[in-house]
């Protein structure tokens, strides 16, 4: 009989982890890699740029292989390189990882369990994720998936479920090999923001299926300081990151394959956005003219890194 040990050990044999850093914190890096290692085949830190040396702290780590950039190409790029490593190392599943997550113990495992199952049922896997929870709020966010012209929050009825969505976050996201070999790499003009809404919807179109796993979990910090609104903590980025995340929504829409009823929701939700950080978050002026920027871009079609 199998023990737990040496199972666990055979799942982990068939991911490697991919944990994309930019300046980060060494002590929740080092958290991270502690966490993640264990559940693992190898783990590979593409690291885009930061201005921080970070030569010594790689040394000392075990089983881990940096993939040091020379300059920020942004998120995309950075996980299509660790992508690219991992399939010359080869692997079944690559887990893609922001610095700021620290995933459990066995949140690997679940995923993996889940993305076999789903596989095994015939089901055209794109990727699967863990429920997340950002200990600067109540309760995990929920799962999202659109329907007709509604967003669904799946609320995770059990452990044990395992819902549809539209997409996954990118951090704890577990994604076959051969699925991204015929969905195609995240869009390296993006930079930052909606890259992975993007591919998963762009899997989805393909027919390819996402699915949260309410048993697995994580901890993860979305945004930088929330601003408490009406009983919520909204989430809050830099001018620059509201740049980019404007920008690449209204690219989006503009692309004919996109599902209509997402275009209109996300649309509508994308102007509250405008609206709510316009006036709600500071430096304001700076907030409007970023986004503002980003939705002329997007139109424009004006893609890539933004020129300092």
Not at 114 to 127: E, H, N, R, V
Not at 149 to 164: F, G, N
Not at 204 to 228: D, I, T
Request: some cysteine; proline content about 4%; hydrophobic content about 40%.
């Amino acid at each position: 009989m199998t023990n737990s040990s040496e199972q666990t050990e055979n799942i982990a044999d068939r991911v490697i982890g991919i944990i994309v850093t930019f300046n980060p914190d060494i002590k929740q890096l080092s958290k991270l890699i502690d966490a993640v290692t264990p559940q693992v085949q190898r783990l590979l830190i593409v690291d885009n740029g930061s201005s921080t040396d970070l030569a010594s702290f790689f040394a000392e780590q075990t089983n881990v292989e940096p993939i040091v950039l020379s300059e920020n190409y942004g998120i995309a790029k950075a996980q299509n390189i660790g992508i690219e490593r991992a399939q010359t190392l080869g692997t079944d599943y690559v887990l893609l990882l922001d610095q700021d997550s620290i995933p459990t113990f066995d949140m690997v495992t679940i995923l993996v369990a889940a993305a076999s199952t789903k596989q095994k049922k015939g089901i055209k896997l794109a990727c699967v994720g863990p429920r997340y929870h950002d200990p600067r709020q109540e309760v995990p966010v929920p799962f999202i998936q659109i329907k007709s012209y509604r967003i669904m929050r799946q609320i995770c009825e059990s452990k044990d479920s395992v819902v549809e969505v539209d997409y996954l976050i990118a951090s704890g996201c577990l994604i076959p090999l051969d699925t991204i070999e015929h969905i195609g790499a995240m869009k390296e003009e993006f930079f930052i923001d909606y890259v992975d809404i993007e591919w998963g919807l762009r899997a989805q179109e393909q027919g390819f299926q996402s699915f949260g796993v309410c048993g697995a979990s994580m901890e993860h910090q979305l945004g930088e300081k929330p601003v408490y609104f009406r009983g919520r903590h909204i989430p809050v980025h830099s001018p620059l990151r509201h740049y980019y995340h404007f920008r690449n929504a209204v690219w989006l829409y503009r692309q004919s394959w996109l599902r209509h009823n997402w275009k209109i929701v996300d649309g509508f939700r994308l102007l509250r956005k405008y609206a709510f950080y316009s006036l709600m978050t500071s430096p304001r002026l700076q907030h409007c003219k970023m986004m503002s920027l980003g939705i002329w871009h997007g139109l424009l079609g004006k893609m890539g890194k933004l020129d300092s």
